[in-house]
């Protein structure tokens, strides 16, 4: 690029993408100078949409890394879980073993009970 084109493309990018385009519209430039400002146009935009291609790449690897961290997360919530769960099976045995316990002591009570009255019983029917 001579100096020259040099210089436009320094005013351009002074006068901002909005302005150069206003100046195309208007038809103020000779020829060759708006055949530059397409170019300098073209440029830019071409440079910006790089750029943003470059941001939406980033901002990509940024989402996959916090995926991945979350896939993590949830993978440590479910060994939890798991544990929780087995715990909580233990629990439930032990209670019906504890039920089963109760349930054989009731009955021994309930079966003295009945011994002591039937005990009561023949004493005072003897009489």
Do not use: C, P
Not at 10 to 15: C, D, V
Not at 93 to 114: G, Y
Not at 115 to 123: A, N
Request: charge should be neutral.
């Amino acid at each position: 690029m001579d100096k020259e084109n040099r210089r436009l493309w320094s005013e351009f990018s002074a006068l901002g993408l909005e302005e150069v385009r206003r100046q195309i519209a208007g038809g103020y430039w000779r020829e060759a100078k708006t055949k530059q400002a397409n170019a300098w146009i073209n440029h830019y935009i071409s440079s910006r949409s790089e750029e943003s291609a470059d941001a939406v790449i980033e901002e990509a690897r940024a989402a996959n890394e916090l995926a991945r961290s979350a896939n993590e997360l949830a993978s440590a919530a479910n060994a939890v879980a798991r544990d929780a769960n087995a715990t909580a099976r233990e629990a439930a045995d032990a209670a019906k073993n504890n039920n089963k316990i109760a349930i054989a002591a009731l009955a021994a009570a309930i079966i003295s009970i009945m011994i002591s009255i039937l005990g009561i019983f023949f004493r005072h029917g003897g009489h």
